[in-house]
């Protein structure tokens, strides 16, 4: 399984941008669907996105539709997430995580199985 380390995060002002990102080691990403999850204080964690292992087919979360994006690179195996228009409800530690290909773009929390130490991110409004 590869290891993953998430980078990128702090604090931002309402409807500003961050752009986290996440390197892996130990493997290649290319043999994995990659997603970003984020876990707020006192709630389950959250399925925000996830990419096959081209780049070119993606799932997002309703919460985050239009205005998140991610994009990979397994040359540099890396898996970066956009977020832009930030509110304060996307308050939370952002998690870059790993599941086989053939659990497709998979939302459940459970199918990942590699998972980063997460990367804080606060908006303040």
């Known amino acids: 399984q590869v290891q993953l380390v998430e980078s990128g995060g702090g604090w931002v002002p309402a409807g500003g941008s961050l752009r986290l990102s996440c390197v892996a080691s130990g493997g290649s990403i290319g043999i994995y669907t990659m997603a970003w999850f984020r876990q707020a204080l006192g709630k389950e964690r959250e399925f925000l996105g996830a990419?096959?292992?081209?780049?070119?087919?993606?799932n997002y979360g309703d919460s985050v539709q239009g205005r998140f994006t991610i994009d990979r690179d397994n040359g540099k195996n890396t898996v970066n997430l956009q977020m832009n228009n930030l509110k304060p409800d996307d308050t939370a530690v952002y998690y870059c995580?790993?599941?086989?290909?053939?659990?497709?773009?998979?939302?459940?929390?459970?199918?990942?199985?590699?998972w980063g130490q997460g990367t804080q991110v606060t908006v303040s409004s």
């Open positions: 995580a790993a599941a086989p290909l053939i659990d497709r773009l998979t939302t459940n929390v459970e199918n990942y199985i590699s």
């Open positions: 990419s096959g292992w081209s780049g070119q087919d993606t």
